[in-house]
């Protein structure tokens, strides 16, 4: 069983460029959760999507960030006009139903370089 | 929303001796998941607790809930390198998990 798939694992881009993550969660869960960690931090929730519906977003910035989980294909985090501080490690997890008393699967992350 | 503190932030042990990290709340916790993050990985899910008082035991590891659902541990009894990596607990709700600020462990021979 293929777990949880994140591409790229490393993107770089340029300020004001856009970044897209992509996340394909595990066989059978229909349940993904954004983290972003910033180095020598502990993970922050950003959102929480089930089949197009965004259910739990308070973790995302108002400004810039979107995120979607389509009827076909991944989920996508999309960052618009990238600045230095948005630099981090992204973490999509999955699970088959929601977070409590359920352990989160993840993936190996993006690490986004904003140049 | 729901703080979840760790102490301490950073360890180093010589291989052999024992480690510890502590999970704090100010609030009652419905359950607690801790994690390990080897250096450049994921979070790799290693056990959940959820009743007052709770011991589960894998292998080298001890995980402790408080009695008042506050609090939790982790403890490591005679480490090896490959123990080497940040462990964080987490308390989910129905949408998320709360992170704590997570223990970073070296060991060196």
């Known amino acids: 069983n293929a777990g949880v798939m994140q591409n790229p694992r490393h993107l770089v881009r340029r300020r004001g460029q856009e970044a897209r993550l992509r996340c394909s969660p595990m066989?059978?869960?229909?349940?993904v959760y954004w983290y972003r960690q910033l180095p020598e931090e502990g993970l922050k929730f950003m959102v929480y999507?089930?089949?197009?519906?965004?259910?739990?977003e308070s973790g995302m910035p108002k400004e810039r960030f979107s995120a979607e989980f389509p009827k076909e294909g991944p989920s996508i985090l999309r960052i618009q006009q990238v600045v230095r501080g948005d630099s981090a490690a992204y973490f999509c997890?999955?699970?088959?139903?929601?977070?409590?008393?359920?352990?989160?699967?993840f993936g190996d992350g993006t690490r986004l370089s904003i140049l | 929303g729901q703080q979840v503190m760790q102490i301490p932030q950073y360890q180093h042990v010589q291989e052999g001796e024992d480690f510890t990290t502590y999970c704090n709340s100010s609030?009652?916790?419905?359950?607690i998941q801790w994690y390990k993050q080897r250096p450049g990985g994921h979070p790799v899910f290693l056990i959940q607790?959820?009743?007052?008082?709770e011991v589960k035991k894998q292998k080298r590891l001890t995980f402790q809930f408080g009695e008042a659902k506050k609090n939790s541990s982790l403890h490591i009894t005679a480490t090896q390198t490959t123990d080497v990596g940040t462990y964080f607990c987490?308390?989910?709700?129905?949408?998320?998990?709360?992170f704590g600020t997570g223990t970073r462990l070296q060991v060196t021979l």
């Open positions: 997890a999955s699970s088959p139903t929601d977070s409590v008393n359920q352990p989160q699967h």
């Open positions: 609030t009652t916790l419905s359950n």
């Open positions: 987490a308390t989910g709700t129905a949408s998320k998990l709360t």
């Open positions: 066989k059978g869960h229909s349940h």
């Open positions: 999507l089930q089949k197009e519906n965004i259910i739990d």
């Open positions: 607790l959820v009743k007052s008082g």
